[in-house]
């Protein structure tokens, strides 16, 4: 079983100020996260053995010959939300 958790801390209330580009990257930091697998994946089976919790809309990429996924949230969520990832140890390599 992998578990990952992650918070995202983006506070919507703050404003832009001078350095507009490093505070958004470090806003798309925190929606998305990566994945480094030690061998290529079967994406269909990781993807069938995923939960995200609580159910959060995302957008999956795979690349590196299935080997990174990168998860993508398209929805924001509270500065307070834990989100956690469980692949089950039922997900397959590709081999």
């Known amino acids: 079983m992998i578990l990952y958790r992650a ?23 925190l929606k ?3 994945i480094d697998f ?3 994946m079967d994406t269909k089976s ?5 939960r995200i919790y609580p159910e959060i809309e995302y ?3 795979w690349s590196e010959n299935d080997s990174i996924a990168e998860i993508a949230f398209s929805n924001n969520f509270d500065e307070d ?6 692949i089950s140890d039922d997900a397959k390599n590709s081999n």
């Open 7 to 29: 918070k995202n801390e983006t506070n919507l209330n703050n404003l832009k100020d001078p350095k507009v580009e490093e505070q958004e990257e470090q806003e798309r930091e």
């Open 32 to 34: 998305s996260f990566q």
């Open 38 to 40: 030690e061998q290529s």
């Open 46 to 50: 990781v993807l069938s053995n995923m």
């Open 59 to 61: 957008e999956l990429v």
């Open 81 to 86: 939300t834990e989100v956690l990832v469980n």
